[in-house]
């Protein structure tokens, strides 16, 4: 039978399969590196403040700097009849330095130490990603300028609306993940507050300093209710939250690159890596990866969903229930970082097919808006005018004719206001370029935007 660090009131060994079940060491052992610097700030701490001899602390210090060398070498071996990675290291330090590790949990339960782990983990994993979010905010500019002047057609509920630029769509996206961005950084606030010292739930007897141990840990500060610092898990949720934000976006994104690359759209074209072929089918060259980070927006909504659930009912302070916490939050850093990646690559090497995007404006009445300004201008009031212009789009809908083809006579005889001008702003490109309101789509916004964009991005 194995001895168990919280033994001491058990008469019974327990039963592996059981022990196994409540174990954590199968997935927590990712907070490894995490675990031995929450560890070291908790040591120093307790030199500093003379609860612990300088003897015994430097033999401790020693030998966690020992065990992250090894866990960078591969070396620590974690067994799962420690539980979880805090017993586990504890272990692994009572092997390198003896008894004297003992002394490491002086203050401290497994309780704040959990949750210290978990804000370092999290914290230490914001910057990662708003560092790709930024690159893929920079491929999207990039592109954006490239196809100020490409014309296409903006929807709405999927059909053609009115004319834009897809350098206006893509920043559009820009923004998008610039809102993530400040999501992830304001969630930064509230990861990089230190639980540490907090013990199990009430505070400890020893004159410890968590002030210092939050510093020397890089948080901002201690959290100020011992009871809130082992029971929240806000931080990690507001994480999730903002990851399936993040997910819905590319999501959003990945939709429109598939339905694009179809031959009946045929916009874009995804380089060749970024696609794939079918085992039976040989034309065929299908958006897996957008498909897929489409896909995987389902698993981190779950991630989500999985620790609201888990924590809504919990009592204070710590339960078991909470160990459920760390799966969904690994799960969701290992897919949304590549997610980002790889979409960054998708748009930095897609092929457009700016003739076939503007040619989709040219037969679809998404000019229509523009005729109905136009008379509204000479004087007709709006709602007449647009009247008069569904008129005008039915029967060219019966007859298939467009609305740049009908006859000036013809239009003189709706209004004797239509001059001819009227056929200039019938052309897209000129629909386009005369939306000068601010954030609209004309070219000149459009570049102001990407201007802003660049801006921003060069400090960052
Ligand atoms: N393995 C546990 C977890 O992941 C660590 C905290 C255990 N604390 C306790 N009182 N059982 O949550």
Request: net charge negative; charged share 25%; glycine share 6%.
């Amino acid at each position: 039978p194995i001895k168990r660090m919280w033994g001491g009131r058990f008469e019974e060994a327990g039963d592996d399969f059981i022990n196994n079940f409540g174990a954590s060491i199968g997935f927590d052992q990712e907070m490894a590196e995490e675990d031995i610097h929450g560890s070291l700030a908790h040591v120093k701490m307790l030199k500093a403040t003379n609860i612990l001899s300088e003897n015994d602390a430097d033999q401790i210090i020693a030998g966690l700097e020992k065990l992250e060398q090894k866990l960078h070498q591969g070396k620590l071996k974690f067994s799962v009849d420690n539980e979880d990675i805090h017993m586990n290291i504890e272990a692994l330090l009572t092997e390198e330095i003896g008894p004297v590790a003992g002394k490491l949990h002086t203050g401290r339960s497994r309780n704040d130490q959990v949750a210290t782990d978990l804000h370092l983990y999290v914290n230490e994993r914001l910057p990662l990603v708003i560092q790709a979010l930024r690159n893929l905010q920079r491929v999207l500019v990039n592109k954006a300028e490239e196809n100020v002047e490409t014309i296409m057609p903006g929807y709405t509920h999927m059909q053609h609306a009115q004319p834009i630029s897809y350098g206006h769509y893509l920043m559009a996206y820009f923004q998008m993940f610039q809102r993530d961005i400040e999501r992830f950084e304001f969630n930064k606030q509230h990861t990089s507050i230190s639980p540490l010292g907090a013990a199990a739930l009430a505070g400890t007897t020893f004159p410890i300093d968590r002030e210092l141990s939050s510093q020397l840990l890089g948080f901002n500060q201690p959290y100020a209710n011992s009871l809130d610092a082992v029971s929240d898990r806000d931080f990690v949720l507001e994480f999730l939250s903002n990851a399936s934000i993040l997910m819905m976006h590319l999501s959003r994104l990945c939709e429109e690159i598939i339905y694009w690359c179809s031959y009946e759209f045929n916009y874009i074209e995804l380089a060749d890596e970024y696609s794939t072929g079918s085992s039976i089918m040989p034309q065929k060259k299908n958006p897996d990866m957008a498909e897929l980070i489409r896909g995987k927006s389902g698993r981190v909504y779950g991630d989500l969903v999985g620790l609201l659930t888990t924590m809504k009912s919990l009592p204070l302070a710590y339960n078991k229930d909470m160990q459920e916490d760390k799966e969904g939050v690994f799960d969701a850093v290992k897919t949304i970082l590549p997610s980002i990646k790889i979409m960054a690559g998708m748009v930095k090497t897609l092929h457009v097919h700016k003739a076939r995007m503007e040619h989709a404006t040219h037969n679809d009445f998404s000019n229509a808006t523009e005729l109905a300004d136009y008379l509204a201008t000479k004087g007709i009031p709006f709602r007449q005018a647009h009247e008069i212009v569904g008129e005008l789009v039915l029967q060219g809908l019966k007859t298939g004719t467009n609305l740049s083809d009908i006859p000036l006579n013809k239009y003189q005889e709706i209004n004797p206001k239509i001059q001819k001008d009227v056929y200039e702003c019938l052309k897209p490109k000129v629909a386009v370029e005369r939306r000068q309101s601010l954030g609209g789509t004309s070219f000149t916004q459009v570049r102001e935007q990407i201007k802003q964009a660049k801006e921003l991005l060069a400090n960052h």
